[in-house]
Nanobody, 121 residues
């Protein structure tokens, strides 16, 4: 079992910044990828940013240039720095990881419980 603990959500004004953190713990042989997803009311969950074990990153078009995903391999923690926030960024943000628990050739995915980000004046 792998646990994902998220922190950093809250209420910010348009144009403000917020930094989300997600720490993975438990039985982990290797981490294939970590990512942030978000889900706004009435909408489907969407990928916001992703970082692989090799350090490559992917971003949704709507957040490119404003959000930055980073990783601390020692702490098994992923971060999402969010700048120039807009009201449309309001959503529940979920941490995600795909890991290999042991030597077997089987990967597993885990989700955090989500943290609310609200952008409003």
């Amino acid at each position: 079992q792998v646990q994902l603990v998220e922190s950093g959500g809250g209420l910010v004004q348009p144009g403000g910044s917020l930094r989300l953190s997600c720490a993975a713990s438990g039985t982990i042989f290797s981490i294939n990828a970590m990512a942030w997803y978000r889900q706004a009311p009435g909408k489907e969950r969407e990928l916001v940013a992703r970082i692989t074990s090799g350090g490559s990153t992917n971003y949704a078009d709507s957040v490119k240039g404003r959000f930055t995903i980073s990783r601390d391999n020692v702490k098994n923690t992923v971060y999402l720095q969010m700048n120039s926030l807009k009201p449309e960024d309001t959503a529940v943000y979920y941490c995600y990881t795909n890991v290999r628990p042991d030597y077997r050739n089987v990967d597993r995915s885990y989700w955090g419980q989500g943290t609310q980000v609200t952008v409003s004046s």
